[in-house]
């Protein structure tokens, strides 16, 4: 009790939470199973009642459940998905009252003290949260109580879908596994003979503090209010949204984006507040018939500077259609990256103004050729020419240090193309792709092993050694000789 008023908590338990969200999609009027792999072995995960009635149970063994059950349906288990929908129904929940938290993993739990008047009482209201949610195709139970440790005892072990008692004596009759405990404890309590919460209360504490530890107690005290348990309620994601309306429509590309401006400014400013920002945005202009025309911007980088980000929205603002006029703007980041502060100062970034200047060239190019097709050579480490490097699109990738290699590689490469030549060193003149050629000066050799743990087969000839030569044409060749079949090859040329 605060303030004169007495705490009322409301626990939530959806029993079949993951099969009921899978037969709300598909209803299936036979025994139905989820399952899921533990310890390499498939077991039932969740199951439907008319399962239940089939004598199958959690955590029994598929291949078992089948045996039981020849026409048993069944499909795999999504916990993820089973998470995002318990969200869903927690969102739903607050519409009950603002303070309204997760219980394990299939339970919520909600705090309604002082907002029962609203729906005609705690009766009515537990009635209409009962109603909605078997309308909906789920199985719940509902607790009422003054602690939330009562609060779940109700649910979980009151016997009727929906238990609004209140009272100590209420709860004493029910068992100590009402206090959520382990299975063990619970069966050492009952095999000393305390088999109620009530048999629990009354046995002395030392000895119990003794044999299980100060964590029985605690359930039991903050179950009968001794001690006080907070209900958290989980905190909405921030919503990088904003809306433009516009007492008149408008059609100028220089109004869209006056527009366009102060959306952008509102945006970067959220973003800002959450140290995020924005590599995907999308404008909405929703014309005066209805009709919508998105504009979307894809970012070589994550961004929340509105001088950089306006303009890049230029191109497409200029070839959306206004049709009769343009009566609402709505501007969204879609994709969202944490972005940290930056410190300003006299001494400038690390990145500095010209990464800037890069990135925003990256994104005006990609909006015309998409942002994969905007590449960078990053190095790789390996010795073999071919995999000396990466191409990776440039907005997701960062420009690496310098290259570190000990001898100078061709800026061209291509597949190696054999040439007429004998002996360990370069020939004198060779013909190359119908050219006559002569060695001015050659540079090496340089010789590279294959990477034995790779099956290459353009390096099963064993290992290869490389010569910088220079034509007196003025063509810089790199050439390579194969000892173990001797050969001459043209891979690459340097500028």
Not at 317 to 328: L, P
Request: a positive charge; aromatic letters at 8%; charged letters at 25%.
């Amino acid at each position: 009790m605060f303030d004169g008023i007495t705490r009322r908590v409301v626990s939530m338990w959806f029993p079949r939470l993951a099969s009921d969200r899978v037969l709300r999609l598909r209803p299936i009027e036979a025994p139905f199973a989820l399952t899921l792999r533990r310890n390499n072995t498939e077991r039932i995960h969740c199951l439907n009642a008319r399962a239940e009635e089939m004598g199958l149970h959690r955590g029994m063994p598929f291949a078992d459940a089948r045996a039981f059950c020849p026409d048993l349906h069944s499909a795999p288990a999504h916990p993820a998905r089973d998470a995002r929908f318990l969200a869903m129904l927690r969102r739903w929940a607050t519409r009950y009252c603002p303070w309204v938290g997760f219980e394990a993993e299939d339970g919520l739990v909600l705090d309604i003290t002082g907002s029962a008047h609203l729906f005609g009482g705690e009766t009515a209201m537990l009635g209409d949260m009962h109603a909605r949610l078997t309308r909906a195709g789920l199985t719940v139970r509902l607790g009422l109580g003054a602690t939330r440790g009562a609060a779940w005892a109700f649910a979980h072990f009151g016997g009727t879908a929906v238990h609004a008692g209140a009272d100590r004596d209420a709860l004493g009759r029910l068992p100590v596994a009402a206090l959520r405990l382990e299975a063990e404890t619970v069966t050492a309590l009952e095999r000393l003979g305390l088999r109620t919460i009530a048999d629990l209360a009354a046995a002395p504490r030392a000895p119990v503090t003794r044999r299980f530890g100060p964590g029985v107690l605690m359930r039991l005290d903050q179950a009968l209010g001794a001690l006080p348990e907070q209900i958290t309620p989980e905190t909405e994601p921030p919503h990088y949204g904003v809306r433009l309306t516009l007492p008149e429509p408008i059609g100028l590309v220089g109004d869209v984006m006056a527009g366009a401006g102060r959306l952008v400014e509102r945006l970067c400013a959220r973003l800002k507040e959450n140290a995020a920002g924005a590599r995907v945005l999308c404008l909405t202009l929703r014309r005066v018939d209805q009709a919508s025309q998105q504009v979307e911007l894809r970012l070589a980088s994550a961004m929340r500077d509105p001088a950089r980000i306006l303009p890049l929205f230029e191109r497409g603002v200029g070839a959306a259609d206004a049709g009769f006029g343009i009566d609402q703007m709505r501007l969204e980041a879609t994709v969202i990256e944490p972005l940290a502060p930056e410190q300003l100062g006299a001494v400038p970034s690390r990145k500095g103004a010209g990464g800037d200047r890069l990135e925003d060239l990256i994104t005006r190019i990609g909006t015309r050729i998409g942002l994969e097709n905007v590449r960078r050579f990053l190095p790789a480490d390996s010795h073999i020419p071919e995999r000396g490097f990466l191409v990776a699109p440039a907005a997701w990738s960062r420009p690496e240090g310098a290259w570190t290699l000990l001898r100078p590689r061709p800026p061209i490469l291509f597949r190696p193309e054999p040439i007429a030549g004998t002996g360990p060193r370069p020939p004198g003149q060779f013909r190359w792709r119908r050219m006559s050629f002569e060695t001015a000066m050659a540079t090496g050799p340089e010789r590279i092993a294959p990477e034995w743990w790779l099956d290459d087969e353009g390096w099963r000839t064993g290992v290869r050694d490389y010569w910088h030569v220079q034509t007196r044409q003025g063509r810089r060749l790199w050439l390579f000789h194969t000892p173990q079949a001797p050969g001459w090859f043209v891979q690459g040329e340097f500028a």
